[in-house]
T-cell receptor, first 114, second 109 residues
C-alpha cells in the first residue's frame, strides 16, 4: 500500500510571498488532515476534510491560509502572504473515515520563511 | 477545552526501562494514542488505549486511567534507535486527534 505523498519536501520563501503544499492520501481514505508542527511542539490541527467537505477548520488562520480537496482525493494547502511565524513542518495525514484512528502521516513539508 | 501535558525531555541508557507520563483534560474522551517521531520524520503509530489498563506490544506498553486522566508509555530494553520524540494524543467525540507537545527521549550507551 502506497503511503501518504507530500510535496515539496522543503521550501524556503521570503515573508509576504505565497506558497502551496500538495498532499495525496492513501487510496480509499475518506478523511484527510493538515497539521502544523512548529519546532519543539506537537502537531496542531489546521483543517480536517471528509471527502471534499470541511469538517473542522476552527484553527486555520483564514486570513492567510486556505485549503481545498477537490474530488475528495488530493488536497492543497496555501499560505498567502507568509509570515515568519509560519515556519514549521506541515504534515498531511489520512484515515479511512472520521471514526478510524489509523492515521497515516506523510513525510511533511518543511517551510522556512525568511 | 483540551489540555495535554507531558515532560519535555527525558534521558536514559541502553537496556534500561523508561516511563513517559501524559496527563490530559478533555470532554467526551474517546481514546488515547502514543506516536513516535524521529527527527525530521513523520509521526508513526505506537499504541491506542480506550479502556483502563495496560496494553502490551513487544518492548512497548501503554497504560490508561480514564478516571485520573492519566496515561504512560513504558519502553523496555531501551535501544539507541528509541531516541525520538514521543507524542501523546487524545481523541474526543470523533474529532481529529489533539497532540501534546511531545517528550524528547535521548538514549545513551
Amino acid at each position: 500500500e502506497a503511503g501518504v505523498a507530500q510535496s515539496p519536501r522543503y521550501k524556503i520563501i521570503e515573508k509576504r510571498q505565497s506558497v502551496a503544499f500538495w498532499c495525496n492520501p492513501i487510496s480509499g481514505h475518506a478523511t484527510l488532515y493538515w497539521y502544523q508542527q512548529i519546532l519543539g511542539q506537537g502537531p496542531k490541527l489546521l483543517i480536517q476534510f471528509q471527502n471534499n467537505g470541511v469538517v473542522d477548520d476552527s484553527q486555520l488562520p483564514k486570513d492567510r491560509f486556505s485549503a481545498e480537496r477537490l474530488k475528495g482525493v488530493d488536497s492543497t494547502l496555501k499560505i498567502q502572504p507568509a509570515k515568519l511565524e509560519d515556519s514549521a513542518v506541515y504534515l498531511c495525514a489520512s484515515s479511512l473515515d472520521r471514526q478510524n484512528y489509523g492515521y497515516t502521516f506523510g513525510s511533511g513539508t518543511r517551510l522556512t520563511v525568511v | 477545552g483540551q489540555n495535554i501535558d507531558q515532560p519535555t525531555e527525558m534521558t536514559a541508557t541502553e537496556g534500561a526501562i523508561v516511563q513517559i507520563n501524559c496527563t490530559y483534560q478533555t470532554s467526551g474522551f474517546n481514546g488515547l494514542f502514543w506516536y513516535q517521531q524521529h527527527a525530521g520524520e513523520a509521526p508513526t503509530f505506537l499504541s491506542y488505549n480506550v479502556l483502563d489498563g495496560l496494553e502490551e506490544k513487544g518492548r512497548f506498553s501503554s497504560f490508561l486511567s480514564r478516571s485520573k486522566g492519566y496515561s504512560y508509555l513504558l519502553l523496555k530494553e531501551l535501544q539507541m534507535k528509541d531516541s525520538a520524540s514521543y507524542l501523546c494524543a487524545v481523541s474526543s467525540r470523533g474529532t481529529a486527534l489533539i497532540f501534546g507537545k511531545g517528550t524528547t527521549l535521548s538514549v545513551s550507551s
